[in-house]
């Protein structure tokens, strides 16, 4: 038997061929480094590079699933190289390679880099899925109608997207007042982590529509175990509540596709790197076992038909 770990190509896992290769792959993981309008503790950049690191250290196999998802296919494409002409350009740049990867029927995972592009998947998500909603983990509302000058802050991502999909917030426990007003005024499904124990997930799930584009910001989790990020907030949630929470998600909605974004790597402290890394994959594992049930369903009506 070979093992995988002495090679290590420079992919998510490190997976050898055939299940990383581009035809064979459901999923796509890109990777986007980019950081241009960030304001607190920089590196962002360094984040797509550091889980793909620490992801030759995932195991293949999933205790909790009994399963090797990575068999699906998971293939990485190069990182894709930021723009100087400004986050505008850049969200559009990632819009069109989406929408190119959504029609080789791909689910595209993206690995940030700032909030900001999520705009440019979900946009190109929205085009295929028509009742697309879009569920937000994040300790920040981004709410801002612009931030520093600009329309396309980080601060400001989503906004934009609620400009063409209804979101659903959830783990927010910072914002400003004028987000907190425009909130009420216009009667958002925002969850604050403060409430996460009256919030039930039934409650969360509800207000989702059936296919939903997952955009996951890291400081969305506790910065116990999620230092790793340029704006860290106290009070958010830990490991296996994050889980249960993507798992049940996963179960009754359709995921179809996702990023994990603003990992801010610190020297020294590889702990949250492995983290966003097993993230990315249980979610993968995630999705693969429940489309393999909606398919075994599939086929059972069918055949009594
Ligand atoms: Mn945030």
Not at 192 to 214: H, W
């Amino acid at each position: 038997m070979l093992d995988r770990k002495l090679f290590l190509p420079n992919n998510f896992l490190g997976i050898l061929q055939p299940f990383s290769t581009y035809k064979k792959s459901k999923f796509v993981i890109l990777p986007v480094p980019y950081e241009q309008t960030t304001t607190y503790k920089a590196g962002t950049k360094e984040g797509p590079q550091a889980i793909i690191t620490a992801s030759k250290q995932v195991e293949l196999f999933d205790e909790e699933l009994k399963t090797e998802a990575y068999k699906a296919g998971i293939y990485t494409t190069e990182e894709l190289e930021p723009t100087s002409k400004g986050p505008e350009k850049m969200i559009e740049r990632i819009y069109r390679l989406s929408r190119e990867l959504l029609k080789d029927g791909k689910v595209i995972v993206t690995l940030g880099g700032e909030h900001t592009i999520s705009v440019g998947m979900i946009k190109a998500y929205k085009e295929k899925y028509k009742d697309l909603s879009v569920l937000q983990l994040d300790a920040h509302a981004d709410l801002r109608q612009s931030f520093q000058g600009s329309k396309f802050s980080h601060a400001c991502t989503m906004r934009r997207v609620r400009e063409f999909a209804p979101a659903v917030q959830v783990g927010i426990r910072n914002l400003s007042l004028e987000e907190h007003n425009w909130v009420k005024k216009n009667k958002i499904h925002l969850f604050y982590a403060r409430e996460k124990d009256k919030n039930s997930v039934d409650k969360i799930i509800d207000s989702l529509s059936d296919n939903v584009y997952l955009t996951f910001d890291l400081d969305f989790l506790d910065p116990s175990i999620m230092p790793s990020v340029g704006t860290p907030e106290p009070g958010g949630y830990l490991w296996y509540e994050t889980l249960d929470f993507l798992k049940t998600l996963s179960q009754r909605k359709k995921i179809v596709g996702f990023d994990i974004v603003e990992l801010c790597p610190q020297p020294g402290n590889i702990a949250p790197d492995f983290l966003a890394a097993k993230l990315i994959y249980k979610l993968i594992g995630y999705i693969i076992t429940q489309d393999g049930k909606r398919k075994m369903e599939k086929g059972k009506i069918k055949r009594k038909k």
